[in-house]
């Protein structure tokens, strides 16, 4: 089977930065794929890794180690409206290996 | 308009009705997908298909079916909805090209 573990909560103070964990058991891997999700509304898609190393997009940053079965999203100077949920996501290994299968997110929570 | 339209945005509905969530994009992706969200559960992949004649089932099939019936719709129905189907409801594309998926806005399901 396969599955994804990333922390259920994480808190932070505006300015600050945080990490979010996700490490992955897939019996295929195709690579792995960042969402944000504010209270009930889409899912939007932040970042794609498929290759080690790290990919900065702006504020955000997401990292991949394949040995590791292992990624993080970074987030940098942290605002109160990157209060939300994010889930990491990997590419399925199924009949066309592109179906993801989600983890079951981190809820961020920025104070002031 | 969006890029990805579900109708209805929210439902009740009996137990044991039959009831279809429709999905339609403007996008002109070639793969659509539907997506169940429980909380602290994520998102569960019920269906998804590759082109008009291609239909998959995800992780969590039973008690639902699907129906693609042109490139931009992709319809899930819930034959005899049963309580614990109550959840939200997302649909996503993705173009061939593309990492990211496309979400639509979500449809609000209770059964009761």
């Known amino acids: 089977g396969q599955s994804l573990e990333q922390p259920s909560e994480v808190t932070a103070v505006e300015g600050a930065i945080v990490q979010i964990n996700c490490t992955y058991q897939?019996?295929?891997?195709?690579?792995l794929s960042w969402y944000q999700q504010h209270d009930g509304g889409a899912p939007t898609f932040l970042s794609y890794n498929a290759l080690d190393g790290l990919e900065e997009t702006g504020r955000f940053s997401s990292f991949l180690s394949r040995s590791d079965s292992y990624g993080y999203l970074l987030l940098q100077e942290l605002q109160m409206k990157d209060s939300a949920s994010y889930f990491c996501?990997?590419?399925?290994?199924?009949?066309?290996?592109?179906?993801?299968?989600f983890g079951k997110g981190t809820t961020l929570s920025v104070s002031s | 308009d969006a890029d990805v339209t579900q109708t209805p945005r929210n439902r009740i509905t009996k137990t044991g009705k039959r009831i279809m969530l429709e999905c339609s994009q403007t996008?002109?992706?070639?793969?659509m997908y539907w997506y169940r969200q429980d909380p602290g559960l994520g998102l569960r992949l019920i269906y998804y298909s590759f082109d008009v004649k291609d239909i998959n089932k995800g992780e969590i099939s039973d008690g639902y079916s699907v129906s693609r019936q042109a490139q931009a719709k992709f319809s899930l129905s819930l034959e005899s909805a049963i309580p614990n189907q109550t959840a939200l409801y997302f649909c996503?594309?993705?173009?061939?090209?593309?990492?990211?998926?496309?979400f639509g806005s979500g449809t609000r399901l209770t059964v009761v």
């Open positions: 996008k002109g992706h070639d793969r």
């Open positions: 996503a594309t993705r173009g061939t090209r593309n990492y990211g998926y496309t």
């Open positions: 897939t019996s295929g891997f195709y690579g």
């Open positions: 996501a990997v590419r399925d290994s199924g009949q066309a290996g592109t179906a993801l299968i």
